[in-house]
């Protein structure tokens, strides 16, 4: 009878590997379920290992075709024996921008991949850094490799360019010996995050602007170009229609109280900064971006974009499932969606699946949460949760591309009704002088 290997987690988050006989994948992922592990990931074993003699601390096998597993090893997690440079510290703050990452995470991907050394390829890669604090972090990542730390905990102690995402995925790619592969994974994922992300601030950015000139170039004419109008009228001594009256009232407004203008849109901007930064505000401020219209569409669709791809690239990498999604519920930015991924924590520690929590928040879509029901049934959940990311990201751009086409008009078309109101209550009354100065 053919056999499967697999890995699952336990009721208590505990991530197994073991072996099953079954028939076909299916009744094998069946054998798994019955006894109470939630299966990651399952594939037929093409040939039988030597045989080895069992160590005492592991548990026998299971009779009758059951699965057989012994605990994963778990990643090391060294102490913190240094700090971070002072120099990273007080002149640049310790961070690295994106860009910078990710091209130095390709780069030692490349030279890991080559065969060299990790210490000799984070000195190649430290030596070209131009001087900031990538230079520095790295010499202070290849000194402490180079006195006998792990890669991962040596980039721990510079939490401010690496979060936890990163030295996870680096851990697990020690652990499986796979580093290269893994940091390979890391440069992708961080570029297609960062196109997302240019993409969704792109849609926001181009309205903005817009609005923000409209705004400013009616205040200027409200300011300068009314008044000598209303200077006109008055000595030509005009009946103004409503129209015109209402212009002049705006405009004397706009003169008189120009301040409150200015600072009512900063206080409310103050407020709801200072409110945003409660966990009420983050919900609220965050449901409300992923009901808006237009915009609305856009951002749910990226965060679910960046909780598949996330999750789908740490789970491909060997990390726990429950670490895991402890790492995706500080990297989504959404505090609706993080509340989602807690539930989901849960019942993933309970032996239940992933799916049912994700349709409770009302976020997902149901093609997304069928999708991943299906990669829990076969043991390929992190496959799905990638092609899923790879949709929805194809999906932010026509969304993108749809909102500017929309967007587009309707400003023009606001401008041009705001225009066009200026200079009709400006005309009515030039029309009136206009008869009188005929009729004399």
Known sequence: MPRYTFEAVDKTGRKLRGEVEATAAQEAIGKIKAKGLNPLAVKEKEAPPAPKP?????????KGGGPSYTPSPAPKKGGLRSKPSFLSI??????????QLTQFTQQLSVLQNAGLPITRSLKILANQQKPGALKSIATNVAEDVETGSSLSDALARHPKAFNKLYINMVRAGEAGGILDIILQRLASFMEKSQALKRKVIGASIYPVVVLL??????????????????GIFHKMKVDLPVMTSFLMDTSAFVSRFWFI?????????????????TKAGRIAFDRLKINMPLFGTIVRKAVIARFTRTLGTLLQSGV???????IVKGAVGNEVVTKAI????????????IAAPLAQSKVFDDMVINMIEVGE???ELDKMLLKVADTYEAEVDASVSNLMNILEPL?????????????????????SILKNVGGK
Do not use: C
């Open 90 to 99: 007080s002149l640049f703050g310790g961070s690295v921008s994106q860009k």
């Open 320 to 326: 726990n499932i429950l670490e895991a999604l402890n």
């Open 261 to 277: 203008i200015v600072l009512v849109p900063i206080a409310i901007f103050i407020v709801l900064r200072v409110y945003s930064k």
């Open 54 to 62: 069992a160590a005492p601390s592991q548990p026998p096998p299971q």
């Open 213 to 230: 000139i409209a705004f400013l170039v009616v205040f200027g004419i409200m300011w300068f170009i009314i008044p000598k109008f209303v």
């Open 342 to 353: 807690e539930h989901v924590h849960d019942s993933v520690r309970e032996g239940e699946s």
């Open 377 to 379: 049934e076969t043991g």
């Open 411 to 431: 400003l023009i078309l606001t401008l041009g009704v705001i225009v066009g109101f200026i200079v009709v209550a400006l005309f009515l009354p030039l029309v």
